[in-house]
């Protein structure tokens, strides 16, 4: 029987969860994290506990502790998620772990669905915590038992760090065996390791920086990083994660004869970089994003007196935005060894974009799906506060807005009521009205919640409520009654809770409804003090998904007047033909009605069956 | 081209947010699979997913990325007409253009920010430098039972050109479409791939 089978990268990095035995799983949604909880949390055999938590910093603190009891653990979040978490993050380093821990944080090189490109390898170097750099979602789901084994050996969490391409890669995966034994929980009281009050921590640090040289001995042969040296190479490479793919392909097409170093572990293989050093008179070094790798071959080579020539980013050809690819690895190639590049012509390659085909396209930005409440709220939040008021948002589906309008800012997660207070604690005189989902509220957004009503900002908080976090792939919330497993479990009460927090305006409506949300909308802003509106209404895909049907709308050519309103509402379902000057819907309608009571010509009805 | 040594054929598959790319790479890299065939694939997630421009890249045969050099992919495979062209830099210049004539206006369009450029006027641009076969697998997939299944006619279009036997192709789209719409889309899959075969 066959033991290879195609998978995602993020469903071979869960599968390398279940070989290497884990026990306790947490995690935020987060693209590109997101599918490795997912996977789990769907499997319907399984002898672990999974949970989606409400933030990052509580996921990691929730796998923190059950390492502390011995038991294997991972945390799973996007980069920016991490600094979220970087509070724990920093003093976990301090007191290491008793079982395994393993913090899974996806990067995001070209932001592909991120608001930076923060390069998590920092992190790893700022809080000690060894990092493991997978080249292939084989590597990935090969690494994840190791990195239990290694954790356990050291007694320190480790960073595992996918990129968009590992995760939402997809490969054939040889599989390996299911590790059966588990070790059981038992919390050993170690004040001096545990309680990192100032007299425990001043231990625990020199601990740390003296464990450094064990795990950087301990990582440099294991199999992750190796180094090819070939007869007769004056050139070496070095290149660490997924651009050590892209560099292996560039020098292959580019028939490059060079001694070759990939690197998957930081700390960095010192010795083979030194063996490297010694065997070639200039390295060309390729990773995404920070000059990590390079700044330690620099530093190698200052301690060793090496004069070898080192090629990167300090400064260098090779970027230090977005992602690598093998063509910009071969033009690095090409241009520091002054090689052709004969599978592209030079002219070709820096020229070529859309204007070569000579037929304008049109943009196709991502939008709110067609019938989704959020574009009625903010149509309604538009039309009540005007187009001068300040619209401070969030991240999640809604933040696709910025195309209604509605959408002024977007800092992190859980900024967006934070963002409007000092707006207004600032003097700003104009209405403010910030825009935030059910998921991100449970996440940060209490908190900023909090601090607004404490503080007296008169702001109006919308919770764009979809009953769902949309955005990521549809994972649970505290506000929907669900775990991540789909057992039952308690639904937070958005009102109370904002209630009890000592709002004095706190009201729900239908955003389908557009006359009540108008209404409502008109009180909030009247309001002195925060006011929060909650706008209810579920996604729509998850309202097909679960069995929701709506009737269509169709448009009365002979109803309409070509006024546009329907038009400017952004529905993708909604297109205007600009000869006959009408509005009509097309197939992708989903029947939330919208248009029909935004239209002042009855034009649009529900259609008949 | 996909170079010796690295990948045996690389495609390249364009579309919207909503169309089935991924499924329909699914059914290929699968279908390698099945054939001892080492595969790589990249997929579009996340933002783009929500009606916007996808793509899509899968090597057949390959140890090392899964990303597509420029010009290197053997065909491209276009869902959509004018996504076509947003991805042609990635087709070698002997490289075949598979392409559904069925367009799907962006709201930029629909809202009148942009003009759709004609679909003949898209093909004509196309067949100046490359092979192309174009036709209107949406239609297709209507006469063999749903409109969802022009991802499937597609595959089957490619299936022509693909390093892969048809009949693990077949057993691969059985196994990955819903059960209850199994008969529709091998239907649909034989439709795209005598479409093809003229």
Request: glycine letters at 8%; proline letters at 5%; hydrophobic letters at 40%.
């Amino acid at each position: 029987m066959s033991t290879r089978e195609y998978m995602l990268g993020n469903v071979a990095i869960a599968r390398g969860i279940v070989e290497g035995g884990g026990q306790v799983i947490s995690g935020y949604p987060g693209t590109p994290s997101s599918e490795i909880i997912g996977t789990l949390a769907g499997m319907k055999e399984r002898d672990f506990y999974v949970e989606w938590s409400v933030n990052e910093k509580v996921a990691f603190e929730v796998a923190a502790g059950a390492a502390m009891t011995g038991v294997r653990s991972v945390v799973t979040m996007k980069h920016v998620g991490l600094n979220v978490a970087a509070d724990p993050l920093l003093t976990l380093a301090y007191t290491g772990v008793k079982g395994s821990m393993i913090i899974i944080v996806a990067d995001d090189p070209s932001c592909h669905s991120s608001q930076n490109e923060q390069d998590t390898r920092r992190y790893s170097q700022f809080s000690l915590i060894p990092c493991l750099d997978p080249s292939t979602p084989q590597e990935a789901k090969d690494m994840i038992p190791f990195a239990f084994e290694f954790s356990n050996k050291v007694q320190m969490p480790v960073i595992f760090r996918p990129t968009t391409r590992i995760s939402h890669g997809k490969s054939d995966i040889e599989l390996g065996p299911v590790e059966e034994t588990r070790p059981s929980a038992e919390f050993v009281k170690e004040l001096e390791r545990w309680v990192m009050v100032p007299k425990n921590a001043r231990i625990q640090h020199p601990r740390l920086l003296e464990s450094q040289k064990i795990m950087q001995e301990e990582l440099e042969n294991s199999p992750w990083n190796s180094l090819e040296l070939t007869d007769g190479a004056k050139v070496g490479v070095i290149a660490s994660g997924i651009a050590s793919v892209y560099a292996k392909e560039a020098i292959v097409k580019q028939g490059t004869n060079a001694s070759f170093l990939k690197i998957g572990t930081y700390p960095v293989p010192e010795s083979k970089i030194r063996t490297l050093l010694e065997n070639t008179e200039k390295i060309i070094i390729f990773e995404e994003m920070e000059p990590i790798v390079e700044e330690q071959v620099r530093i190698i080579a200052q301690q060793t007196g090496s004069t070898v020539d080192i090629v990167g980013k300090i400064p260098g050809p090779v970027p230090r935005i977005y992602e690598l690819n093998t063509d910009i690895c071969a033009d690095v190639l090409a241009e520091v060894l002054e090689l052709e590049r004969p599978d592209v012509p030079a002219e070709v390659a820096e020229d070529f974009d859309y204007d070569r085909c000579r037929i304008d396209l049109p943009m196709r930005p991502p939008v709110m799906c067609p019938g989704c409440s959020h574009r009625a709220s903010f149509h309604v939040m538009k039309k009540v506060y005007g187009k001068d008021a300040i619209f401070p948002s969030d991240i999640g589906c809604y933040t696709l807005g910025i195309q209604s309008g509605t959408v002024d800012t977007t800092l992190c997660m859980g900024g967006s009521i934070t963002v409007a207070s000092g707006m207004y604690q600032a003097g700003e005189k104009k209405p403010i009205c910030c825009s935030i989902g059910d998921s991100t509220f449970f996440h940060t957004g209490m908190n900023g919640l909090l601090n607004a009503i404490y503080n007296k900002a008169d702001i109006t908080v919308t919770i764009v409520d979809n009953r769902i976090t949309a955005m990521t792939g549809h994972q649970p919330n505290p506000g929907m009654g669900k775990l991540a497993t789909g057992e039952s479990t308690i639904e937070v009460s958005l009102e109370e809770l904002c209630k009890s927090m000592g709002a004095g305006f706190v009201e729900t409506v239908d955003p389908y409804d557009l006359e009540k949300t108008e209404e409502v909308f008109k009180r909030a802003k009247e309001h002195k003090g925060t006011s929060v509106v909650i706008t209810r209404q579920y996604c729509v895909i998850d309202a097909k998904r679960s069995g929701i049907r709506r009737k269509p709308f169709v448009i009365d050519a002979e109803k309409c007047v070509g006024c546009r309103l329907c038009v400017n509402l952004g529905c993708p379902a909604i297109e205007f033909n600009t000869t006959t000057k009408k509005a009509s819907i097309n197939a992708m309608c989903t029947g939330c009605g919208v248009c029909a009571a935004l239209c002042k010509f009855d034009a649009i009805t529900e259609v008949k069956k | 081209m996909s170079a010796e040594g690295i990948s045996k054929f690389d495609l390249v598959i364009a579309g919207v947010g909503g169309q089935g790319t991924i499924l329909a790479s699914d059914i290929i890299g699968k279908a390698a699979v099945k054939e001892n065939m080492s595969v790589r694939a990249a997929e579009t997630h996340g933002m783009a997913q929500r009606g916007g421009s996808v793509v899509n890249h899968v090597r057949l045969g390959c140890e090392l990325g899964s990303m597509i050099p420029m010009k290197g992919a053997d065909v491209l495979l276009s869902l959509e007409p004018s996504e076509a062209l947003r991805y042609l830099e990635f087709l070698s210049d002997d490289g075949t253009i598979i392409v559904n004539t069925d367009p799907i206006l962006p709201v930029t369009v629909t809202s009148g920010q942009c003009s759709y450029p004609d679909v003949d006027a898209i093909i004509a641009k196309l067949e100046e430098t490359h092979e192309v076969k174009a036709f209107n697998a949406t239609e297709l997939a209507r006469e063999a039972g749903h409109p969802q299944s022009m991802n499937v006619v597609m595959v089957g279009a490619v299936s022509n050109y693909l390093p892969v036997s048809v009949e693990t192709l077949v057993e691969c789209v059985k196994e990955l479409v819903p059960q209850k719409t199994i008969d529709i889309n091998v239907k649909a899959f034989e439709m795209g791939r005598s479409v093809i075969q003229g």
